[in-house]
């Protein structure tokens, strides 16, 4: 069964720190490029970032650029999203999703064909 499962999600203050994880299995995710989404309450899904399979190129949404970090660890079948320097419009519900291409690929919900389960961020004082 080809899954996602994203983790570390919770409750932190402004200006702090967080880092989500996303483990595949029953794929390997080599073959593909991943991306993290989050949706707000009342909000469309968007694009956080992603990053390519082929030569580990990124790209980041310009509200998260300088503040957010992708990467990617084949070999533990795992991809990370460092964040920091939250602020509360950061808070929403968190997700990875993978493509099956070696490229960036545009962060459109269309494009990534598996989806994980989504984890929590809420930034509040």
Aim: glycine letters at 10%; aromatic letters at 12%.
């Amino acid at each position: 069964q080809l899954q996602l499962v994203e983790s570390g999600g919770g409750l932190v203050q402004p200006g702090g720190s967080l880092r989500l994880s996303c483990a595949a299995s029953g794929f390997t995710l080599d073959y593909y490029a991943i991306a993290w989404f989050r949706q707000a309450p009342g909000k469309e899904r968007e694009g956080v970032s992603c990053i390519s399979s082929s030569d580990g190129s990124t790209y980041y949404a310009d509200s998260v650029k300088g503040r957010f970090t992708i990467s990617r660890d084949n070999a533990k079948n795992m991809v990370y999203l460092q964040m920091r320097n939250l602020k509360p419009e950061d808070t929403a519900i968190y997700y990875c999703a993978a493509a099956p291409t070696y490229y960036i690929v545009a962060l459109t919900t269309s494009a990534y064909h598996f989806w994980g389960q989504g984890t929590q961020v809420t930034v509040s004082s």
